[in-house]
């Protein structure tokens, strides 16, 4: 039996580059894009099952469904799924600050609900962004795939939905030899203490104070960079200010008519009239590139 909720926003609110967005990730066995909606199997405690999520009718909602009913887990549940979707963000005052920029301007015209995508699983998100590390989005998806059916869990149920692997928990990948998928050992290595630390400290992945303390603390883990700490920052922590500057696509999006493409540097200086909206910059901008 499926529980079902609705979950309201603030149009504008762009459901196709969601769907876009998760389906050039989606992990075979843990989520699925399905016509227009979003699957995935979840994790809430003791509670295993699997979430869908749908754009309403009207178009000022999402419809989540939770299989099976459990009313405790749905509790859980909701506020990581207004997260991940960004439900909460005010778009008319970010949009006009960041439309001073005539580059981000002609983006923002084009795609103007567009918001900062993030995860229902917050430890699953950085763990594969740590895989993700100077990788394709496609090898960082198979590699995030091999991993859960390895450690993670199976839902045990008729058999008949092809989402059966529940992502691993930190416990269960604090002790995991993840470079045996196939990467560097140092990157293994960086999930399994970042697995082992989140293990010992459910409030590592929390937002501190201020971005400059959050990305600190993210710097303290070994293994991860700039680039990753920022990454981080933006999809899990939800700072709304994150900017991974030394991002490749990010400097591609911005290249001048001869295809010059400004260093990460140039890139840094021009963004800080962006604060404190840099992350939805970059969603608009990665997203210049899939145009």
């Not at 926003?9 to 016509?35: C, N």
């Not at 293994?188 to 959050?214: C, F, H, I, K, M």
Request: charged letters at 25%; one cysteine or more; a neutral charge.
């Amino acid at each position: 039996m499926a529980l079902c909720t609705r979950l309201e926003f603030k149009p504008p609110f762009d459901w196709p580059f969601f769907l876009a967005f998760h389906r050039a990730r989606a992990l075979p066995g843990v989520e699925q894009v399905e016509g227009d909606s979003y699957r995935r199997t979840v994790r809430c405690g003791d509670y295993v099952g699997r979430l869908q999520v749908t754009l309403a009718d009207d178009a000022h909602a999402l419809i989540i469904r939770l299989t099976p009913h459990d009313d405790a887990a749905l509790a859980m549940i909701i506020p990581r799924v207004r997260r991940a979707f960004d439900l909460g963000a005010q778009l008319a005052p970010i949009s006009q600050h960041l439309g001073s920029d005539a580059a981000l301007a002609a983006l923002l015209a084009k795609r103007p609900g567009i918001r900062v995508a993030g995860s229902v699983d917050g430890f699953e998100q950085s763990v594969r962004a740590i895989l993700g590390q100077q990788i394709s989005v496609t090898a960082a998806r198979n590699l995030g795939a091999r991993l859960a059916a390895r450690w993670g869990s199976v839902i045990d149920d008729d058999g008949g939905d092809e989402l059966r692997y529940v992502f691993p928990t930190p416990a269960m990948l604090a002790d995991a030899d993840v470079a045996s998928l196939g990467m560097p050992g140092k990157r293994g290595q960086a999930v399994a203490t970042l697995a082992a630390r989140v293990a010992d400290d459910a409030n590592l992945l929390e937002r501190e104070a201020n971005l400059e303390a959050s990305i600190a603390k993210l710097l303290a883990l070994p293994g991860l960079g700039p680039w990753t700490a920022h990454y981080i920052a933006m999809r899990v922590l939800r700072e709304p200010d994150a900017f991974p500057a030394s991002d490749v696509g990010l400097m591609r999006a911005l290249a001048d008519e001869h295809g010059v493409r400004p260093s990460a540097k140039a890139l840094a200086q021009r963004a800080e009239a962006w604060r404190p909206w840099r992350a939805y910059a970059a969603q608009h901008l990665w997203m210049k590139n899939a145009l």
